[in-house]
């Protein structure tokens, strides 16, 4: 069946960095765009960026420009997320998602603290 795992996240200082990872199996990952999305405590979820099937195109939120980097392996079906010069603002849940023919499927999520 279709899996989505993240793992990466926990609590950093401001200006810090961690690298979130989602691991896909159940379906061919080389064939399907990549989203991660981020949801903070009693906020709705919103798209935190996107990748394409081959990862030669990629988009972000205005919030993340030119802090956070999406990118994907093919051969090891990851989709990985960079996030530097990490703000409070940043603190979510962050899930990774994709839609196949049969819709879409989400991970189960991981917690990112950002805290002094």
């Known amino acids: 069946q279709v899996q989505l795992v993240e793992s990466g996240g926990g609590l950093v200082q401001p200006g810090g960095s961690l690298r979130l990872s989602c691991a896909a199996s159940?379906?061919?990952?080389?064939?399907?765009?990549m989203n991660w999305y981020r949801q903070p405590l009693g906020k709705e979820r919103e798209l935190v960026a996107a990748?394409?099937?081959?990862?030669?195109?990629?988009a972000y939120a205005d919030s993340v420009k030119g802090r956070f980097t999406i990118s994907r392996d093919n051969a090891k079906n990851t989709v990985d997320l960079q996030m530097n010069s990490l703000k409070p603002e940043d603190t979510a849940v962050y899930y990774c998602?994709?839609?196949?023919?049969?819709?879409?499927?989400w991970g189960q999520g991981t917690q990112v603290t950002v805290s002094s």
């Open positions: 159940g379906f061919t990952f080389s064939r399907y765009a």
């Open positions: 990748i394409t099937d081959t990862g030669g195109s990629t």
């Open positions: 998602k994709t839609i196949l023919g049969m819709g879409p499927f």
